[in-house]
């Protein structure tokens, strides 16, 4: 079974600082990897995927996460934060076997400060 | 184009009593999955439709709960009776393909 950690629970950030939220997973079968954001009493909203191909992928809101396989990474990163990208950041995985359900980490929540 | 949507947004029920949670998937999305999430933690998966046939469905706790959809279409999930542990948020989503899946804002369910 795959499984997904986010090794941070709280970020706290300043305003137009870069940020990382970190993502590791173990799988013993190749997976595809996702990063979704949650704003309060919402539903999740994709930021960005990663399927195949390039490991450095790009997302929507500025944000980018690079896949690692050797080290079972999926670190998202944005180079300067604004106040509006404050919100729980979920890394999921879904495993490219045919069971399509995602597995989610914990989730992170990202604070940015004024 | 519209987005999953769920209804409704928020429930509160007395523990016992029976609650009923419906979405309507992205027309033409073939999979729909319902998913519970428990403050401070990440979705769980209840269940994965694909079109009519509930295809994985061994996280769905069966005494208590069940889920329908018919036609292909819409979706609904019931409790009965509710425990004060099923309070959390319901997500609703569906894909078209493998792996995207988008998501409803969900239902809060309290349970009192």
């Known amino acids: 079974a795959q499984s997904v950690t986010q090794l941070d629970s709280q970020v706290p950030v300043f305003e137009e600082a870069p940020v990382e939220l970190r993502c590791n997973y173990s799988s013993s079968v190749s997976v595809y990897l996702f990063w979704y954001v949650q704003y309060p009493n919402q539903g999740l909203q994709l930021l960005l995927k990663y399927l195949s191909g390039s490991t450095l992928v790009k997302g929507i809101n500025g944000f980018e996460a690079e896949f690692n396989k050797s080290q079972t990474s999926f670190h998202l990163r944005k180079p300067s934060v604004h106040i509006s990208d404050t919100a729980e950041y979920f890394c999921?995985?879904?495993?490219?076997?045919?069971?399509?359900?995602?597995?989610f980490g914990s989730g992170t929540r990202l604070q940015v400060q004024p | 184009e519209a987005g999953v949507v769920q209804s409704p947004r928020y429930k509160i029920i007395e523990k016992k009593q029976p609650v009923a949670f419906w979405c309507n998937p992205i027309?033409?999305?073939?999979?729909l999955y319902w998913y519970r999430q428990n403050l401070g933690q990440g979705p769980e998966l209840l269940i994965r439709?694909?079109?009519?046939?509930?295809?994985?469905d061994s996280q769905l706790p069966k005494d208590r709960f069940s889920a329908e959809r018919l036609k292909g279409v819409d979706s609904t999930l019931k409790i009965q009776p509710a425990e004060l542990g099923d309070s959390a948020v319901y997500l609703c989503?569906?894909?078209?393909?493998?792996?995207?899946?988008?998501f409803g804002q969900g239902t809060r369910l309290t349970v009192v």
């Open positions: 999921a995985v879904s495993l490219d076997t045919g069971r399509r359900a995602l597995t």
């Open positions: 439709y694909e079109n009519e046939e509930a295809v994985d």
């Open positions: 027309s033409g999305h073939n999979t």
């Open positions: 989503a569906s894909s078209l393909v493998l792996t995207e899946a988008f």
